[in-house]
């Protein structure tokens, strides 16, 4: 392997190795097994990475604008005006801030390491990370020591976060808005499951080690068409998705789905005839019981999965049960009703503890891992309450601008999400005791080096809707499950649609490389700039009409392409080409297999061109061969036989062509 | 059909309604954007304002070459840049007023304050030491956490160039640091 001296090392430290291309990061990483100095530089580029974030944070994040969001204020002369007094009052305004923030800081003083939240240290908790976004949907990892969380959004977007820098691991896009996730673990990597508005659930694998994200089996719609999906659960291991939907229906499915395939259905309760949209499940943590509240009745239900057998506890007061989680232990499961919260004794089969004072219904609830404290949140009062869960008394109070809408604990317990509503858009907060340090940076092992963020899009075909009718689309190739070849393959699309006015049809297709969200389906029209892609368009008159376009793919132009995205749009013409329709499709593209197995290296020997051309009769060798060690071909001589031109341009990803030895020379 | 779709149809048609509420939407993380550029809350107000304006005057011709997001993050950062040279202008004639009325010259900036520990202190300073063209890229990758090719759409230059300046922030980050 190519060996990389320690400057261009540090370069590409500096620019981070989840933006790195293929080759580089893997030079890098072969650099870094061997060189300490730079694994050195590694660690500290990666502390200065996370403590430029924090300073940043620190600096920024508390500032609010001025700005109403519903207004758009009249244009300012501020900046024409080069006086002094501006200049001063700005300054008075900043040490105004200024002043805030020495408060705040001296209110609530960093922490150096993360602490276990609990109920000495609930005091101490302050938020780390506001993003705001229309964020509709939140739940962290499950794994241990891992501080991901998985976000949803309005517009599908489903993300995997570092709760700790706000640094987006992964991305992909849900068939909708997302309204519920789950995330866990699953075999060595972990699953996510997203429910969208509509009703649609998707279950995603991912391997974060791998940074791999993908979609498994097909969308699940609920079988009954009658009624939609609204609550989610998965069990322990990630085998069981648990469903509630609007009749009051819970059914459970197994994961373990082939691609293309629907979950199968395994088990069914059906406990209402009435419409419900409230309620809440979830599995106890070996996987064998299953709580269902349905938002209807001041009940919990415990279903026995082995037994079928059921055991309801009815809330001593208010007439509905929101919210139901476990105890680690299994033993126990809180409840979450209107107002209040309880705690039931599974094996004594009553309440033991009430956490009272919620002035409304409650609407969100989370345990933390070790069960000690129980965070909930309500509606009018806009508060998040932390609880001593083995007694009961409320520790903290925090109050929020606008209602909370959900609440997660982490696994290690270190840090508690929460969603709230703003005005300005949908504000998650990440809360912790040592908000403004990153762990990493405090643990006494090395810290690691940023892992790949491979955004691995999910295969979607994303449909706007019925501007244009009669819609018909037909996609080249038909798969989009499989990995398509590293070469030698024609993707592209026909459409056939009616249309009332004049339109333009249009397909465009680029490469996605790892690390890439592509944008929203009618935002991106053409390749980003520098970047090669296929497009064709044809305008057409008011009719029916059909637009077939096709392009053949070459890897050799693509080298570090993973995927292809192909979009087919139709605008109108007038005036400024109106989106009418638009679908797009991922493809993930196989990769060659020297790419995968460094040993069938690719070797260009073009010294034995020359030698080859002397042999008359002798066919001309194809300048790529793989794994030779490096002859050389003059002092061969002409070969008596040539290597098999077949396995040739292709011999990179033929392993048996790397096993062919050099023909004996003749002398 | 997402409600972003709808409201690019609606603006491209000229609805003001829609143009207001898509315009919105983006506001809070051109806000924050210009907060990160201008370090002072008036300030990127202001040019969040002047951004809206001009994302308003130029929506029709939005021809999606980038995501909308890109782009109203390019026309707020030539908005900051331009309220940048405007601001230094004003600190020039600060100084010269300065020198003439005899003020204290040596200003201890108030906000540095805000930092507890040394460290922080002296890392901050160097943010703000930095050149404008790598302060961008070190606050576009750090503090806003967009990925290169993101950040190279939104400042208009190439990856390579973003390569460039990252690397040279850190160098000189580092140096001011002195990380052990």
């Known amino acids: ?667 | 059909l997402s409600e972003q779709t709808q409201l690019l149809a609606l603006c491209r048609a000229g609805d003001e309604q829609a143009l207001t509420q898509l315009l919105t939407a983006q506001r809070p993380k051109l806000f924050r954007l210009a907060l990160s550029i201008l370090d002072d809350a008036a300030e990127a107000d202001e040019a969040t304002q002047e951004a809206w304006l001009a994302a308003r005057r130029a929506l029709p011709s939005f021809r999606g070459e980038a995501a909308l997001s890109t782009w109203l993050y390019r026309i707020t950062l030539n908005v900051c840049r331009s309220k940048l040279r405007k601001q230094r202008a004003r600190q020039r004639l600060q100084q010269v007023l300065t020198v003439v009325f005899r003020w204290e010259a040596e200003v201890v900036h108030p906000e540095e304050a805000a930092f507890q520990l040394e460290a922080d202190r002296a890392l901050w300073a160097a943010i703000r030491a930095l050149p404008d063209t790598e302060r961008e890229v070190i606050v576009l990758r750090y503090y806003h956490a967009h990925p290169i090719a993101e950040v190279a759409q939104i400042l208009n230059v190439s990856e390579r160039t973003v390569h460039n300046r990252l690397h040279a922030a850190h160098q000189k980050l580092r140096s001011k640091v002195h990380r052990p």
Not at chain 1, 89 to 96: E, M, N, Q
Not at chain 1, 193 to 206: F, N, P, S
Not at chain 1, 548 to 560: D, G, I, K, R
């Open chain 1, 1 to 667: 392997m190519k060996e990389i001296p320690h400057q261009q090392a540090q370069r590409w430290l500096a620019v981070g190795q989840a933006d790195l291309p293929a080759a580089e990061k893997e030079l890098l990483t072969a650099h870094l097994a061997q060189c300490e100095a730079c694994r050195t530089y590694a660690r500290e580029t990666l502390t200065l990475q996370q403590d430029l974030t924090r300073v940043m944070q620190m600096r920024w994040d508390g500032q609010k604008s001025n700005m109403t969001h519903t207004s758009i204020p009249k244009a300012s002369n501020r900046d024409s005006r080069l006086n002094l007094v501006g200049t001063l009052l700005g300054a008075g305004a900043l040490a105004a801030l200024t002043l805030a923030l020495v408060f705040f800081f001296n209110r609530a003083p960093v922490q150096q390491t993360a602490g276990l939240i609990n109920s000495t240290t609930v005091a101490e908790l302050k938020p780390a990370i506001y993003k705001t976004e229309a964020i509709t949907a939140v739940a962290f990892s499950q794994r241990a020591g891992s501080n991901v969380i998985a976000v949803g959004y309005r517009d599908g977007r489903l993300e995997l976060v570092e709760a700790d820098t706000g640094r987006v691991r992964f991305s992909g896009m849900a068939s909708g808005e997302v309204m519920a996730l789950a995330f866990t673990l699953y075999g060595q990597g972990e699953i996510i499951a997203t429910l969208t508005r509509e009703g649609t659930i998707e279950l995603w694998a991912v391997d974060i080690t791998q940074s791999a994200f993908t979609l498994m089996g097909a969308p699940l719609l609920n079988p009954n068409p009658n009624a939609a999906f609204f609550q989610l659960a998965l069990n322990h291991d990630g085998t069981k998705l648990a469903t509630l939907d609007s009749v009051g229906a819970v059914k459970i499915f197994s994961t373990q789905v082939a691609p293309g395939e629907t979950p199968p259905l395994q088990m069914q309760f059906d406990f209402l005839s009435e419409t419900t949209f409230a309620g809440d499940l979830a599995f106890s943590p070996d996987g064998k019981f299953l709580a269902v509240v349905l938002g209807t009745a001041p009940v919990a239900r415990v279903l026995n999965l082995e037994t079928n057998h059921e055991e309801t506890y009815t809330l001593p007061d208010g007439p509905q049960a929101l919210w139901v989680e476990f105890t680690p232990d299994g033993q126990r499961i809180a409840v979450g009703g209107n107002p209040n919260a309880y705690l039931f004794d599974l094996a004594r089969q009553q309440s033991l503890l009430t956490f009272a004072g919620n002035p409304t219904w409650l609407t969100a609830l989370s345990l933390s891992p070790d069960g000690k404290i129980l965070a909930t949140a309500t509606d009018n009062e806009q508060s998040v309450r932390l609880w001593n869960a083995e007694d009961g008394t409320l520790l903290r109070e925090i109050q929020f601008p606008d209602p909370v809408h959900a609440i997660d604990f982490s696994a290690d317990g270190q840090r508690l999400a929460v969603l709230w509503y703003g005005a300005d858009g949908n504000q998650l907060e990440i809360w912790s005791t040592n908000a403004a340090t990153a762990p990493l940076a405090n643990t006494p092992t090395p810290a690691p080096l940023p892992t790949e963020s491979i955004i691995s899009p999910p295969l979607v075909t994303e449909d706007l809707g019925n501007k244009v009718q009669n819609v018909s689309v037909v996609w080249l190739p038909e798969s989009q499950a499989t990995p398509l070849p590293p070469s030698g393959f024609t993707f592209g699309a026909t459409i056939t649609y009616t249309s009332g006015q004049e339109t333009i049809a249009h397909v465009v297709a680029y490469p996605l490389a790892s690390g890439e969200d592509p944008a929203p389906c009618e935002l991106n029209l053409s390749a980003p700039e520098g970047r090669p892609f296929w497009a064709n368009q044809t305008n057409y008159p008011p009719g029916t009409q059909t637009f077939s376009q096709s392009f053949p793919y070459n890897a050799e132009v693509l080298p570090n392409a993973t995927y292809l995205l192909v979009r087919i749009n139709v605008f109108d013409t007038a005036p400024v080409n109106n989106l009418l329709y638009c679908q797009q499709r991922i493809y993930p593209l196989a990769q060659p297999l020297e790419t995968a197995t460094p040993a069938f290296t690719p070797t260009l020997i073009p010294t034995f061109t020359p030698c080859a051309i002397g042999c008359e009769g002798t066919p001309t060798p194809p300048p790529f061969v793989t794994t030779l060690p490096s002859p050389t071909p003059c002092q061969i001589g002409c070969p008596e036989t040539t290597p098999a031109p077949a396995n040739l341009p292709n011999a990179s990803a033929t392993p048996a062509a790397t096993e062919t030895p050099i023909p004996t020379p003749a002398p």
